[in-house]
């Protein structure tokens, strides 16, 4: 993997692309817009017939910077840096940073493939990849840019969500969870699977940043003395469990959550609609209340791991 970092202190998981790989892609490149030069020099010589040998020169040469210099550089510029060649290796052209490329990397690129490519028929790109340590050629070293991988094996695809602490178990299942959005769901769950790759610093602040806007959805206090990665996590953990119970309850069964306050706690009921299993209806089901008394109380009014004015309930990992 690539060390490419973030504005945010993440380590970025990309794969460079290497010789091999990049030579197919560059083959198929080649292919194509060697096709169209050929049609359109044909084309250019029944047109430039009745022309002098000068102007004919010049149509050719201007035919040979648009085909074989220009367009490389558009298709890269209005794809962000995937050619068809590389569309077919599974490549792309991205940024130091791992973002997309602009038209002035593509010109870069451009303009110095026409000189370690086209004029020493790949030589000077060959060595260049080979001595790189991410397999980069001199357009990339001038632009910025890389070319990675994008296409991966299905176990490096595979985001590995870390499991919350064991003590942590069966914690939130009484919680409310139907007011949090997809959006902040999405946004702990690249936290959870980019946690370690984060700073410390960076991470922790996101991590409480993340952890205060769930429980003002939840509207339920914070457990105290709980970091915000291992809220985080839990909140997850108990998320999946119920989508997991979800996907596999029988054919015909619904099942709703009323919340209902009263005396400062929250009591969930989950009623099923329809009959069970061998034609007995089920009762509703109503998990125990949520623990009131020195556990629950100064949850919400913590001062978030010694920061002073924010009240998040939140303890800094040890």
């Known amino acids: 993997m690539s060390g490419l970092v973030t504005g945010d202190a993440v380590v970025l998981g990309l794969e460079p692309a290497r010789l091999p790989s990049r030579?197919?892609?560059?083959?198929?490149?080649?292919?194509?817009?060697?096709?169209?030069?050929?049609?359109?020099?044909?084309?250019?010589?029944?047109?430039?017939?009745?022309?002098d040998e000068a102007a004919v020169t010049a149509l050719s040469i201007a035919a040979f910077l648009l085909v074989l210099v220009g367009a490389?550089?558009?298709?890269?510029?209005?794809?962000?840096?995937?050619?068809?060649?590389?569309?077919?290796?599974g490549l792309r052209?991205?940024?130091?940073?791992?973002?997309?490329?602009?038209?002035?990397?593509?010109?870069?690129?451009?303009?110095?493939?026409a000189v370690e490519i086209l004029m020493t028929f790949g030589a000077i790109a060959c060595v260049a990849s080979l001595v790189s340590e991410r397999g980069r050629r001199l357009g990339d070293v001038f632009a910025g840019t890389l070319v990675v991988r994008e296409r991966l094996p299905a176990a490096a695809r595979t985001a590995y969500v870390?499991?919350?602490?064991?003590?942590?178990?069966?914690?939130?299942?009484?919680?409310?969870?139907s007011a949090v959005p997809e959006g902040l769901w999405l946004e702990v769950r690249q936290y959870l699977t980019r946690e370690r790759e984060l700073d410390p610093v960076v991470g922790?602040?996101?991590?409480?940043r993340l952890a205060d806007?769930?429980?003002?959805r939840t509207g339920a206090p914070a457990p105290p003395g709980v970091p915000a990665g291992a809220y985080l996590a839990g909140v997850g953990a108990e998320r999946q469990a119920r989508d997991a119970r979800r996907a596999l309850a029988p054919g015909g069964e619904t099942a709703t959550t009323e919340v209902t306050e009263t005396t400062g706690a929250t009591e969930v009921a989950r009623s099923r609609g329809g009959r069970g299993r061998g034609g007995v209806t089920e009762a509703p089901v109503t998990p125990p209340a949520a623990k009131s008394g020195p556990e629950v109380e100064g949850?919400?009014?913590?001062?978030?791991?010694g920061r002073e004015g924010r009240a998040t309930g939140f303890a800094p990992p040890a």
């Open 299 to 305: 949850a919400g009014g913590g001062t978030g791991g």
């Open 72 to 89: 490389p550089i558009a298709v890269e510029t209005l794809t962000h840096g995937r050619s068809l060649g590389k569309l077919v290796c």
């Open 213 to 216: 806007e769930m429980v003002a």
């Open 23 to 51: 030579a197919l892609a560059l083959f198929v490149d080649l292919l194509v817009v060697g096709a169209v030069y050929v049609v359109l020099m044909i084309g250019l010589a029944f047109a430039t017939a009745s022309l």
């Open 204 to 208: 922790r602040r996101l991590a409480e």
């Open 93 to 113: 052209v991205v940024r130091d940073d791992g973002g997309p490329i602009r038209f002035r990397h593509a010109l870069v690129r451009g303009a110095m493939g």
């Open 162 to 177: 870390p499991p919350p602490p064991p003590w942590l178990a069966g914690r939130f299942s009484g919680l409310d969870l």
